[in-house]
């Protein structure tokens, strides 16, 4: 079993969303399916075929998400002792260095990232350029349009 990384918020998200889905939308699905069998021949009831439809997306979910839960390693980027090194759940503030834009990601899991909100994916290219380098280091990150070059300026444990 491979263990992945994600952030006390992330697992809270996922049982959040897991949660719902086996106490509201599951419910929900299986009343709908017994009420469009209530309505007779099942070959043309496009309602039936609409929930059993969705029952196979909620119930796949459920495995992801239990799945995910199951082997992820919840870190606490609060209680990291890195020394300064940015490491999976820091927040690193950077610059790119040709175009002076200043950025603040939070390196999180890959369920939990989200680029508007600043959550970048440990995946990544940039934040894997930035893994293990400190503050006034350099990250050389691949891109379509030619190789981007950011300095760290600082990293938070938050």
């Known amino acids: ?12 998200q ?10 509201v939308q599951r419910p929900r699905v299986i009343a709908a399916i017994a ?3 209530a309505h007779g ?3 043309e009831n496009a309602e039936y075929h609409a929930a059993k439809d969705q029952q196979g ?5 459920i495995s992801e998400i239990e799945d995910r839960l199951g082997r992820a390693e919840i870190i606490d980027p609060t209680r990291l002792t ?3 090194k940015v490491v999976f759940g820091a927040t690193v503030k950077l610059v790119n260095v040709d175009s002076d834009a200043e950025v603040t990601y939070q390196i999180v899991g890959v369920d939990e990232a989200d680029i508007k909100q600043g959550l970048l994916s440990f995946r990544a290219p940039l934040a894997r350029a930035m893994i293990g380098r400190t503050v006034g280091d350099y990250a050389l990150v691949p891109a379509p349009g030619g190789e981007q070059t950011y300095e ?7």
């Open 1 to 12: 079993m491979i263990r992945e990384p994600l952030t006390a918020r992330g697992a809270e």
């Open 14 to 23: 996922l049982q959040r969303e897991l949660d719902e889905l086996k106490s």
């Open 35 to 37: 009420e469009a069998r």
């Open 41 to 43: 021949d099942l070959k």
């Open 57 to 61: 997306f909620i119930e796949g979910r």
């Open 82 to 84: 890195a020394g300064g």
């Open 152 to 158: 760290i300026l600082a990293v938070d444990y938050r």
